[in-house]
């Protein structure tokens, strides 16, 4: 049935995919024809169904159209994922077995021409009597193959673009890019290309890609966008852009529950800013970053820990070892602590977990630590780029950010592999320091851009009673060498002599 094909382009249906609406600023523009394409295993299947499915949801009648699948086929996949197939119609376009019966081969006319024709008349009828709101067309490969030249296949596509637009019709057409120079062909007729990529990982889960190749009259968000494909369907998660979202508000100190490390600090840690807690393994770094999530969550606000090397249990028996209490907030939800397994984690699953933290109203939020970081995704590029936007969206929420960094060697020398001290706008460093045959441990503020703060270096311990930040260390000089020299010493020396 002829119906007037939709003339505005703000007017939006959803994916019903978590993520990808933001990505298409929207949804898809009503009546349009659209190209979902990607290898094989990427997903497009599961992405279409979810299409039909939030169709059907929403009242609309919806058609899968299969060249290659068949029925059961698809409905076990919809089945894995617990869609609900009610209102999805299935139409089955697939050759018949009599195909493989020799005296059936057709000799006149070539298999293409014959073929081609039967395909178009069992699609178009479906759809006429029918009349969907949305079509899936699976896939393209096949009327490609069948078309035998590119000329014929173009009129083809552009044929079945004027027949969709007729209907007031949209239409997502898979391609699986199994056949030889047809992406190009359809990519320049559809209104919008969405592209599927899998890249593969040397070690752990493969990383998979969504990019947004072709959106007529929509600005759209651009570039690469990770993208997972779980039970219950596929979620996309997008790029995080900070200018989306940028504020000016007035920022209040967060306190640390610790008078001494206060005054050091100049009053506190001000809200919306990152800082940089580095030093050798072992000096308290982690500790001293839920110093602040104890001190946050006492007050009734919350806070998240991101963990990449150490276990929940680890924690929580850590901290009732020094003194610090974690495991009261977590229970009451004001503390949520997510292990990540470095395995299975893409850059943008870990940005959209941290910005959903923010997002729930987390005023605190811990990483540990950015090595965990680097290495859990060693083949993705840009990962600091990546961080200089979570940091940049968190600061606009007004959340604390505090990130663990771990440095080389019992000295903590500054070569590390991992530097994002640039970044932050706050570094504290811990030192290790021998003195009267014993190691000890220094505490310092090398760089701080919310307030004036304490130059000095002050002696830093944990114990069971908790972590204690003392005394200005003024009788020394040398600790950051790693072996000081007592200045007092130096100067009984002098007058004995």
């Given at each position: 049935?002829?119906?007037?094909?939709?003339?505005?382009?703000?007017?939006?249906?959803?994916?019903?995919?978590?993520?990808?609406?933001?990505?298409?600023?929207?949804?898809?523009?009503?009546?349009?024809?659209?190209?979902?394409?990607?290898?094989?295993?990427?997903?497009?299947?599961?992405?279409?169904?979810?299409?039909?499915?939030?169709?059907?949801?929403?009242?609309?009648?919806?058609?899968?159209?299969?060249?290659?699948?068949?029925?059961?086929?698809?409905?076990?996949?919809?089945?894995?994922?617990?869609?609900?197939?009610?209102?999805?119609?299935?139409?089955?376009?697939?050759?018949?077995?009599?195909?493989?019966?020799?005296?059936?081969?057709?000799?006149?006319?070539?298999?293409?021409?014959?073929?081609?024709?039967?395909?178009?008349?069992?699609?178009?009828?479906?759809?006429?009597?029918?009349?969907?709101?949305?079509?899936?067309?699976?896939?393209?490969?096949?009327?490609?193959?069948?078309?035998?030249?590119?000329?014929?296949?173009?009129?083809?596509?552009?044929?079945?673009?004027?027949?969709?637009?007729?209907?007031?019709?949209?239409?997502?057409?898979?391609?699986?890019?199994?056949?030889?120079?047809?992406?190009?062909?359809?990519?320049?007729?559809?209104?919008?290309?969405?592209?599927?990529?899998?890249?593969?990982?040397?070690?752990?889960?493969?990383?998979?890609?969504?990019?947004?190749?072709?959106?007529?009259?929509?600005?759209?968000?651009?570039?690469?966008?990770?993208?997972?494909?779980?039970?219950?369907?596929?979620?996309?998660?997008?790029?995080?852009?900070?200018?989306?979202?940028?504020?000016?508000?007035?920022?209040?100190?967060?306190?640390?529950?610790?008078?001494?490390?206060?005054?050091?600090?100049?009053?506190?840690?001000?809200?919306?800013?990152?800082?940089?807690?580095?030093?050798?393994?072992?000096?308290?770094?982690?500790?001293?970053?839920?110093?602040?999530?104890?001190?946050?969550?006492?007050?009734?606000?919350?806070?998240?820990?991101?963990?990449?090397?150490?276990a929940l249990n680890t924690l929580l028996n850590r901290g009732d070892g020094i003194g610090l209490d974690l495991r009261t907030p977590l229970a009451s939800g004001l503390l949520t602590v997510s292990q990540i397994d470095?395995?299975?984690?893409?850059?943008?699953?870990?940005?959209h977990a941290v910005c959903t933290a923010a997002d729930q109203g987390a005023k605190v939020i811990v990483i540990d630590s950015l090595n965990g970081y680097m290495n859990a995704m060693p083949e993705a590029r840009f990962?600091?780029?990546?961080?200089?936007?979570?940091?940049?969206?968190?600061?606009?929420?007004?959340?604390?950010?505090?990130?663990?960094?771990?440095?080389?060697?019992?000295?903590?020398?500054?070569?590390?592999?991992?530097?994002?001290?640039?970044?932050?706008?706050?570094?504290?460093?811990?030192?290790?320091?021998?003195?009267?045959?014993?190691?000890?441990?220094?505490?310092?503020?090398?760089?701080?851009?919310?307030?004036?703060?304490?130059?000095?270096?002050?002696?830093?311990?944990?114990?069971?009673?908790?972590?204690?930040?003392?005394?200005?260390?003024?009788?020394?000089?040398?600790?950051?060498?790693?072996?000081?020299?007592?200045?007092?010493?130096?100067?009984?020396?002098?007058?004995?002599?």
């Amino acid at each position: 049935m002829l119906q007037p094909q939709n003339q505005q382009t703000d007017v939006f249906i959803s994916t019903g995919i978590a993520g990808l609406d933001a990505i298409l600023a929207g949804g898809l523009t009503k009546d349009r024809l659209y190209l979902l394409e990607g290898d094989p295993g990427t997903g497009k299947t599961t992405m279409a169904l979810q299409f039909l499915v939030e169709g059907a949801r929403r009242g609309e009648r919806v058609l899968y159209i299969t060249l290659a699948e068949n029925e059961v086929e698809l409905r076990a996949v919809a089945q894995s994922h617990g869609f609900s197939m009610a209102g999805i119609v299935v139409h089955e376009v697939i050759p018949a077995e009599s195909v493989l019966d020799p005296d059936e081969q057709y000799t006149v006319f070539h298999p293409s021409e014959v073929e081609l024709g039967e395909t178009n008349q069992m699609i178009l009828s479906k759809i006429d009597a029918l009349s969907p709101s949305r079509v899936v067309l699976d896939s393209l490969s096949e009327l490609q193959l069948l078309a035998g030249s590119p000329l014929r296949y173009r009129r083809h596509v552009l044929a079945l673009k004027q027949y969709f637009a007729k209907r007031a019709c949209t239409a997502l057409l898979l391609d699986d890019k199994t056949a030889i120079g047809g992406d190009q062909q359809v990519r320049s007729i559809a209104h919008g290309v969405i592209s599927l990529q899998q890249l593969e990982s040397g070690y752990g889960a493969e990383r998979r890609i969504v990019r947004v190749l072709k959106y007529r009259g929509i600005d759209y968000r651009r570039g690469p966008h990770d993208y997972v494909i779980v039970s219950g369907g596929i979620v996309a998660y997008p790029r995080i852009v900070p200018a989306e979202s940028r504020e000016i508000t007035s920022r209040q100190q967060v306190g640390s529950g610790l008078p001494a490390l206060d005054v050091l600090l100049g009053g506190g840690i001000e809200e919306g800013s990152s800082t940089l807690i580095s030093g050798p393994p072992g000096t308290g770094k982690s500790s001293l970053a839920a110093q602040f999530v104890v001190a946050v969550t006492a007050r009734g606000q919350k806070a998240a820990i991101f963990m990449f090397e150490e276990a929940l249990n680890t924690l929580l028996n850590r901290g009732d070892g020094i003194g610090l209490d974690l495991r009261t907030p977590l229970a009451s939800g004001l503390l949520t602590v997510s292990q990540i397994d470095p395995a299975e984690l893409s850059p943008g699953q870990f940005s959209h977990a941290v910005c959903t933290a923010a997002d729930q109203g987390a005023k605190v939020i811990v990483i540990d630590s950015l090595n965990g970081y680097m290495n859990a995704m060693p083949e993705a590029r840009f990962l600091t780029t990546h961080l200089r936007e979570v940091l940049t969206y968190l600061g606009q929420r007004g959340v604390a950010t505090f990130l663990v960094g771990v440095q080389h060697g019992p000295l903590g020398t500054m070569g590390g592999s991992v530097d994002v001290s640039y970044l932050a706008d706050n570094v504290l460093m811990l030192r290790y320091y021998e003195a009267g045959g014993a190691v000890h441990k220094a505490l310092s503020v090398f760089k701080k851009r919310g307030s004036e703060h304490e130059t000095t270096l002050r002696s830093f311990e944990i114990t069971r009673q908790g972590l204690q930040v003392g005394a200005v260390l003024d009788d020394f000089r040398g600790i950051l060498t790693g072996v000081p020299v007592r200045v007092g010493r130096e100067k009984g020396e002098a007058e004995d002599g």
